[in-house]
Protein backbone atom coordinates (compact mmCIF):
# COMPACT_ATOMS: atom_id res chain seq x y z
CA UNK A 1 0.00 0.00 0.00
CA UNK A 2 1.12 3.78 -1.01
CA UNK A 3 -0.57 5.03 1.79
CA UNK A 4 -2.90 4.14 4.40
CA UNK A 5 -6.59 6.43 5.39
CA UNK A 6 -8.08 6.20 8.56
CA UNK A 7 -10.79 8.32 10.15
CA UNK A 8 -9.97 10.50 13.03
CA UNK A 9 -12.77 8.58 15.17
CA UNK A 10 -11.38 5.26 14.00
CA UNK A 11 -11.66 2.26 16.81
CA UNK A 12 -8.45 0.63 18.41
CA UNK A 13 -8.63 -2.21 15.65
CA UNK A 14 -7.89 0.40 13.15
CA UNK A 15 -5.50 2.19 14.94
CA UNK A 16 -3.52 -0.73 15.59
CA UNK A 17 -3.67 -1.81 12.17
CA UNK A 18 -2.29 1.81 10.85
CA UNK A 19 0.63 1.48 13.45
CA UNK A 20 1.83 -2.10 12.21
CA UNK A 21 1.44 -0.66 8.57
CA UNK A 22 3.48 2.64 9.44
CA UNK A 23 5.93 0.76 10.92
CA UNK A 24 7.04 -1.09 8.29
CA UNK A 25 6.51 2.12 5.33
CA UNK A 26 8.73 3.92 7.95
CA UNK A 27 12.03 1.99 7.88
CA UNK A 28 14.68 4.54 8.44
CA UNK A 29 18.37 4.05 8.94
CA UNK A 30 21.34 4.94 7.89
CA UNK A 31 21.99 2.85 4.87
CA UNK A 32 20.24 4.78 2.36
CA UNK A 33 20.75 6.35 -1.04
CA UNK A 34 24.02 9.19 -0.93
CA UNK A 35 21.11 11.24 -3.05
CA UNK A 36 18.58 12.64 -0.99
CA UNK A 37 15.87 14.08 -2.62
CA UNK A 38 13.38 15.38 -0.24
CA UNK A 39 12.06 18.21 -1.93
CA UNK A 40 11.63 16.35 -5.34
CA UNK A 41 9.48 13.58 -3.50
CA UNK A 42 7.56 16.06 -1.99
CA UNK A 43 6.73 17.69 -5.42
CA UNK A 44 6.64 15.03 -7.65
CA UNK A 45 3.60 13.06 -6.22
CA UNK A 46 1.29 15.64 -7.15
CA UNK A 47 2.04 15.72 -10.90
CA UNK A 48 0.05 14.19 -13.07
CA UNK A 49 2.51 11.77 -14.33
CA UNK A 50 1.79 9.56 -11.18
CA UNK A 51 -2.26 10.28 -10.62
CA UNK A 52 -2.59 6.37 -11.02
CA UNK A 53 -0.43 5.61 -8.26
CA UNK A 54 -2.22 8.45 -5.87
CA UNK A 55 -5.53 8.23 -6.66
CA UNK A 56 -7.76 8.95 -3.34
CA UNK A 57 -4.58 9.99 -1.14
CA UNK A 58 -4.47 13.90 -2.12
CA UNK A 59 -7.68 15.43 -0.94
CA UNK A 60 -8.38 19.00 -2.57
CA UNK A 61 -11.18 21.32 -1.24
CA UNK A 62 -11.37 21.67 2.84
CA UNK A 63 -8.34 19.76 3.36
CA UNK A 64 -4.57 20.80 4.16
CA UNK A 65 -1.97 19.22 2.53
CA UNK A 66 1.19 18.78 5.21
CA UNK A 67 4.08 17.76 4.36
CA UNK A 68 6.46 16.58 7.13
CA UNK A 69 10.52 15.94 6.08
CA UNK A 70 12.60 13.98 8.35
CA UNK A 71 15.98 14.04 7.36
CA UNK A 72 19.71 13.97 8.51
CA UNK A 73 20.72 14.44 4.86
CA UNK A 74 21.28 17.54 2.54
CA UNK A 75 18.70 17.59 -0.54
CA UNK A 76 20.13 17.21 -3.76
CA UNK A 77 16.83 17.90 -5.63
CA UNK A 78 18.20 19.86 -8.35
CA UNK A 79 18.13 23.73 -8.22
CA UNK A 80 16.34 24.13 -11.28
CA UNK A 81 13.78 22.24 -12.51
CA UNK A 82 11.79 23.22 -16.06
CA UNK A 83 13.74 26.70 -16.22
CA UNK A 84 12.30 27.38 -12.51
CA UNK A 85 14.20 27.11 -9.44
CA UNK A 86 13.13 23.79 -7.86
CA UNK A 87 11.15 24.26 -4.94
CA UNK A 88 9.37 26.69 -7.14
CA UNK A 89 8.63 24.61 -9.32
CA UNK A 90 7.73 21.88 -6.92
CA UNK A 91 5.61 24.03 -4.84
CA UNK A 92 3.37 24.84 -8.32
CA UNK A 93 2.90 21.28 -8.74
CA UNK A 94 1.33 20.88 -5.05
CA UNK A 95 -0.52 24.27 -5.49
CA UNK A 96 -1.87 23.17 -8.88
CA UNK A 97 -3.01 19.71 -7.11
CA UNK A 98 -4.59 21.69 -4.22
CA UNK A 99 -6.43 24.55 -6.59
CA UNK A 100 -10.21 23.53 -5.25
CA UNK A 101 -8.79 24.50 -2.05
CA UNK A 102 -6.60 27.36 -2.47
CA UNK A 103 -3.60 26.29 -3.81
CA UNK A 104 -0.67 26.56 -1.70
CA UNK A 105 -2.52 28.56 1.08
CA UNK A 106 -3.75 25.01 1.67
CA UNK A 107 -0.26 23.52 2.14
CA UNK A 108 1.88 23.28 5.75
CA UNK A 109 5.33 22.59 5.61
CA UNK A 110 8.10 21.27 8.23
CA UNK A 111 9.13 18.77 10.34
CA UNK A 112 12.49 17.49 11.71
CA UNK A 113 15.52 18.61 9.54
CA UNK A 114 19.01 19.02 10.31
CA UNK A 115 19.81 22.65 9.83
CA UNK A 116 22.84 22.31 7.08
CA UNK A 117 19.63 20.30 5.32
CA UNK A 118 17.60 23.22 4.85
CA UNK A 119 20.04 25.78 3.46
CA UNK A 120 19.94 23.36 0.75
CA UNK A 121 18.20 25.02 -2.41
CA UNK A 122 14.96 23.06 -3.07
CA UNK A 123 13.88 22.09 -0.06
CA UNK A 124 14.63 25.80 1.17
CA UNK A 125 12.85 27.61 -1.40
CA UNK A 126 9.50 24.93 -1.17
CA UNK A 127 8.81 25.41 2.66
CA UNK A 128 10.13 29.27 2.21
CA UNK A 129 7.29 29.40 -0.46
CA UNK A 130 4.33 27.46 0.74
CA UNK A 131 2.73 30.65 1.94
CA UNK A 132 2.26 28.94 5.75
CA UNK A 133 4.76 28.76 8.11
CA UNK A 134 7.26 26.39 8.33
CA UNK A 135 7.94 23.96 11.09
CA UNK A 136 11.84 23.49 11.32
CA UNK A 137 13.07 22.35 14.55
CA UNK A 138 16.64 20.67 14.44
CA UNK A 139 17.06 16.51 14.65
CA UNK A 140 17.18 15.01 18.02
CA UNK A 141 20.88 14.22 19.08
CA UNK A 142 22.02 10.78 17.17
CA UNK A 143 23.47 9.37 20.30
CA UNK A 144 20.07 9.89 22.50
CA UNK A 145 18.45 8.14 19.64
CA UNK A 146 21.11 5.11 19.49
CA UNK A 147 21.01 4.75 23.34
CA UNK A 148 17.53 5.38 24.60
CA UNK A 149 15.48 4.55 21.76
CA UNK A 150 12.40 5.09 24.16
CA UNK A 151 13.53 8.80 25.24
CA UNK A 152 14.56 9.87 21.76
CA UNK A 153 10.59 8.52 20.58
CA UNK A 154 9.29 11.17 23.31
CA UNK A 155 11.56 13.96 21.98
CA UNK A 156 10.28 13.53 18.88
CA UNK A 157 6.83 13.02 20.10
CA UNK A 158 7.30 16.35 22.02
CA UNK A 159 8.35 18.28 19.15
CA UNK A 160 5.30 17.12 17.05
CA UNK A 161 2.98 17.87 19.69
CA UNK A 162 4.61 21.71 19.80
CA UNK A 163 5.02 22.50 16.62
CA UNK A 164 3.53 21.04 13.74
CA UNK A 165 0.40 20.10 15.26
CA UNK A 166 -0.40 23.70 16.38
CA UNK A 167 0.32 24.59 12.85
CA UNK A 168 -2.03 22.34 11.14
CA UNK A 169 -4.66 23.10 14.03
CA UNK A 170 -4.28 26.78 12.94
CA UNK A 171 -4.34 26.38 9.24
CA UNK A 172 -7.58 24.10 9.28
CA UNK A 173 -9.42 26.46 10.72
CA UNK A 174 -8.39 29.20 8.51
CA UNK A 175 -9.52 26.94 5.06
CA UNK A 176 -13.25 26.57 4.09
CA UNK A 177 -15.14 23.02 4.34
CA UNK A 178 -15.50 21.26 1.21
CA UNK A 179 -18.82 22.34 -0.14
Not at 47 to 66: Q, S
Not at 164 to 174: G, T
Request: with cysteine.
Amino acid sequence: MYFYTIDTDAGPDEVAALKTWFSQAAKIGEFGSQIEMSAAAAGWFADPANAATNAGFLRDEGAVLALFFLTDGPDQTPGTIDGMPGGIALRDKLASAKAGCGGQMCIIGGGLVDTDCIDQVSLGDLLDNLGAPAVIDEMPDPNLAKDFPDMAAEEMNQLLRDTLSAVIVQKCEEIAPPR
